[in-house]
C-alpha cells in the first residue's frame, strides 16, 4: 500500500509558476513509477508526466511540454511537478500516482492515488 498526499495548490497569476509536491508513504517509493494527472473543468482527468523510478525514463503530455517539470527525490519519497508560464486553462485539481510498471499516460494502470490538490490561475 502507498499513500500519496498532494500539496502545493492555491491561487496564482497567468505567467506565474508554482511546485507541486507529492509525499508518498507506506511503501518503497522508490519501486514505483509515479506520474501526475490533472481535472480541469469541463475535462475528464488527463494525464500530464510521468516519472520512472529511477528518473531514467520521464514523458510529458504535448500541451506541458516545457513549461513543465517533473521531477522525484527518493530519499524524501517525493515527487514533484514544477510549472512555469501559467496560464488559466492550467487551472484544475492535479493528482500524482503511483504505478509498479511504467505505463505512463494510462489512467487505469495506475495503483495509488492521491486526493488531488486544486489550483487556480487568474488571467
Known amino acids: 500500500q502507498v499513500q500519496l498526499v498532494e500539496s502545493g495548490g492555491g491561487l496564482v497569476q497567468s505567467g506565474g509558476s508554482l511546485r507541486l509536491s507529492c509525499a508518498a508513504s507506506g511503501s518503497t517509493f522508490n519501486r514505483y513509477a509515479m506520474a501526475w494527472f490533472r481535472q480541469t473543468p469541463g475535462k475528464e482527468r488527463e494525464w500530464v508526466a510521468a516519472?520512472?523510478?529511477?528518473?531514467?525514463?520521464?514523458d510529458y503530455a504535448d500541451d506541458v511540454k516545457g513549461p513543465f517539470t517533473i521531477c522525484r527525490d527518493n530519499a524524501k519519497n517525493t515527487v514533484y511537478l514544477h510549472m512555469n508560464s501559467l496560464i488559466p486553462e492550467d487551472t484544475g485539481v492535479y493528482y500524482c500516482a503511483a504505478d509498479s510498471n511504467y505505463t505512463y499516460q494510462y489512467a487505469k494502470s495506475y495503483d495509488y492515488w492521491g486526493q488531488g490538490t486544486q489550483f487556480t490561475v487568474s488571467s
Open positions: 516519472i520512472s523510478w529511477s528518473s531514467g525514463r520521464i
